[in-house]
């Protein structure tokens, strides 16, 4: 299949979308160093934390969610939809099948939750960003299942991915909220 030869490349061209959206943007940003570490820690977090999991009878749970709520809740919308294609990085040796599913998925996550985040004030802001941000990933991720698999397999790892946006929701807002409190204005990047 032509298609499966060119899936790991999907990673690359969220990175090319969000290098083409920062020069755009490129007189509304407000910290270079901001933006660079928020990019950093956006391909370098959901990929690693995507590494480690634990296998379970319905699929493999790993930590991406925790990584792509904390950059988005910490960094803002474009670093959080940047995090999707760390996300994608990490299914580059396991699985590289659900990459573009992955990707698409957790990019739209971190943009919706980064979105919210910025847009309120406080913890309940951050919880409304990751509980809107999960809510459309794991759609996302469930009708993929739905798609390619029936209703069996989507209702089978309905749960799985339910407990990684939990996690997510819950350890990334953690996270986001005491570097939030500790630095402020690191939301402001672009």
Known sequence: MVVAKYLPCTPLVVLLAFIIYVWVKRREVKSFR????????????????????????LGKITLIDVGVMFVAMTFGP??????????????????PY???????????????TGWMSRNGKGFSALI???????????AVMVAFYYWSGGICAALRLTSTVLTEVTTGILLGTA????????????????
Request: overall charge positive.
């Open 98 to 112: 659900l990459i573009p599913v992955v990707v698409v998925a957790r990019s739209l996550e971190g943009l919706l």
């Open 34 to 57: 901001r933006l660079v570490l928020g990019s950093l820690l956006a391909l370098a977090v959901p990929s690693s934390l995507g590494l480690f999991g634990i296998e379970t009878n």
């Open 175 to 190: 996270l986001s909220g005491s570097i939030r409190k500790r630095y402020s204005g690191l939301e402001e990047t672009i």
């Open 78 to 95: 474009a670093i959080g939809a940047l995090s999707g294609a760390g996300a994608g990085l990490a299914f580059l040796t396991g699985s």
């Open 128 to 138: 409304l960003g990751g509980v809107s941000g999960g809510l459309v990933a794991t």
